[in-house]
């Protein structure tokens, strides 16, 4: 059955992006239309994403934001395949930043989400595009099933519309205070603390657990996670209660962006069968970084959003052990400002140790080949797909055991010489660095062990086909419950 599908997001790789939101939102559409089915994604339309490159739809929508219109603009582009709609507003999304500036949130969150959630329905009401399957990514569109089941519910365009709430990060809820919530425009009853009260305040989330006909996670360890108090945020009861209609699903890989046999950013392709363009990459990022160039040590890659969910408390605390080992390390990210300043000291201090504190995504792909080792030691991880990246690249990830990390990674066994990476569960300084130690060591002392691991993380697919399929079956599985 061939579906309709409006997929909201608040960012879209190559368009917007601060993390794998985006690389999901390109990807899982991707997918959806190869498999037949007509896609729309939404996106507002940032400063950064040139209007010049899109082509202009005339005419405008209204949007009722407590009792005033709000008029926006339309653009559209088509993008490998798919078509990309976005909502204009320049006093919203004409800004420098997608969420915040300078480590500030935007005070304006609330009105600037909960406006663009509403217009994706107004797009398709002006577009004629009746959706089966409203598809909602995190806070920025929670509202959207929220609407579909109350307010949008007496209206005709939408009556038979299912909602698919999908969480990537359970730590980012949309929490405001009680204002925001006029400008959903529902009823006051809906104002309650089984459905979007916390606290006092409106919590989105909490709102869309509750609305959405069906919600989905990243991982099924995640979805087993954020029923449990030390990964639920404060919502693991409510998530709980509806975990009748809750659904993990691991996200995929888009190979034709990573993929070492055809990646135009690195030096030069390899794959399985031929690893000598490995070896060369890794020369050209010790190039690039000032490090020694030997081939006998280990390269150890980071790139990720240098924020507490990415481990790097205990990155820092055992950075002292981890730099006197033999063994280089490369971090690309940027986020907390201390991070930023801790890691580019111990830059300073340690020629094994470089950092690049920003954001490139070439040099992304440049460390995914050229490294040898990937760290990712997570607090919390709901997915992730550097690790599923790295494992193509045929860079062994270092992880902890949690969310789509430990879906994802086997743990290594020297004995039958099986596993696809190496794995520590408590997250403290003496787990992370005995691991990478354990690491460093079987890079050096156990080649056949590491070789046999590089091989089968490289045959190794995550591919979006199996996920969308997934996905497919849950569309369905919403509009039969929606009837
Ligand atoms: P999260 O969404 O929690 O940030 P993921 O692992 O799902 O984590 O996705 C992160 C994505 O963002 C990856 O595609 C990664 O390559 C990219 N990324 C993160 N930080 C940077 C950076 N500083 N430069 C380039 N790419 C980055
Ligand atoms: C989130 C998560 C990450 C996940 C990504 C895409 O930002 O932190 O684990 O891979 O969303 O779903």
Known sequence: MKLNILFCASEMAPFAKTGGLADVAKALPKALSRAGHNVKVVLPRYYKIDKANLEHIPGSIGI???????????????????????????????????????????????????????????????LDFKPDIVHSNDWHTASQPILLNTSLKQDDFFKNTASIYTIHNLQHQGVFDKKAFEYLGISPEHFNPFEMEALGGLNLTKGAVYHADIVTTVSKKYAKEIQTPEFGFGLNEHIKAHSYKLFGILNGVDYDEWNPKTDKFIVKNYDVDDLEGKKVCKEDLQNIFRLEKRGDIPLIGF?????????????????????????QYVFLGTGEKWAEGFFSDISGKYPNFKVYVGYSNELAHKIEAGSDLFLMP????????????????????????????????????????????FKFWDATRDAIYNTVKWAVDTFKFD?????????????????????????????????????
Not at 304 to 310: L, P, W
Not at 384 to 399: A, E, K
Not at 456 to 472: C, D, G, I, L, P
Request: net charge neutral; charged share 30%.
């Open 303 to 327: 790139v990720g959003r240098f924020a507490e969910q990415k481990g790097i408390s205990l990155i820092a605390s055992a950075i002292e052990g981890l730099v006197h080992l033999d063994a």
């Open 447 to 483: 080649k056949e062990g590491i070789e046999k691991m590089i091989k089968k993380a490289m045959r190794e697919r995550f591919s979006w086909e199996k996920s969308a399929k997934e996905y497919e079956k849950l569309y369905l599985k919403a509009l039969e419950w929606k009837k």
């Open 64 to 126: 009722d934001m407590a009792g005033e219109t709000l008029w926006a603009g339309i653009y559209k582009t088509q993008f490998e395949g798919i078509e990309v709609y976005f909502i204009d507003y320049e006093l919203f999304f004409g800004r420098g930043g997608l969420y915040d500036e300078g480590g500030y949130a935007y005070r304006d969150n609330d009105k600037r989400f909960i406006f663009f959630s509403k217009a994706a329905f107004e797009l398709a009401k002006f």
């Open 378 to 421: 997570s607090l919390f991880e709901p997915c992730g797909l550097n690790q599923i990246y790295s494992l193509r690249y045929g860079t062994l990830p270092i992880v902890r055991a949690v969310g789509g990390l430990d879906d994802t990674i086997k743990n290594y066994n020297p004995t039958t010489k099986e596993g696809n990476g």
